[in-house]
Nanobody, 119 residues
Framework: QVQLVESGGGLVQPGGSLRLSCAAS????????MAWYRQPPGKQRELVAAVTSSSRTNYEDFVEGRFTISRDNGKNTVDLQMNSLKPEDTAVYYCNARKPIWGGLDEYWGQGTQVTVSS
């Protein structure tokens, strides 16, 4: 059974920091691209950052150098360090694991963790 379990969300003031963590089980972690998505209130889910199986990273433009994604293949975890948080970063953040398979994608989602940026 595949599980992606997020932790680290919460309430933080603008300009503050949070570190999200996702622990994966039931998959060969090192073979998956890992990513963080978010879904702001009333909006669609969007990609935040991703790290490939070879540890290449990419970030959406709105990150603007504030976030860092990292993975630990020994611990089967992927983290998202978020600094200089803004109110518009408020969202439910989801961990995602994905890899191409014959004919499609093998993909899994976590349950999400709420991040609220407010004074």
């Amino acid at each position: 059974q595949v599980q992606l379990v997020e932790s680290g969300g919460g309430l933080v003031q603008p300009g503050g920091s949070l570190r999200l963590s996702c622990a994966a089980s039931g998959i060969i972690f090192g073979s998956y691209r890992m990513a963080w998505y978010r879904q702001p209130p009333g909006k669609q889910r969007e990609l935040v950052a991703a790290v490939t199986s070879s540890s290449r990273t990419n970030y959406e433009d709105f990150v603007e150098g504030r976030f860092t994604i990292s993975r630990d293949n020994g611990k089967n975890t992927v983290d998202l360090q978020m600094n200089s948080l803004k109110p518009e970063d408020t969202a439910v953040y989801y961990c995602n694991a994905r890899k191409p398979i014959w004919g499609g994608l093998d993909e899994y989602w976590g349950q999400g963790t709420q991040v609220t940026v407010s004074s």
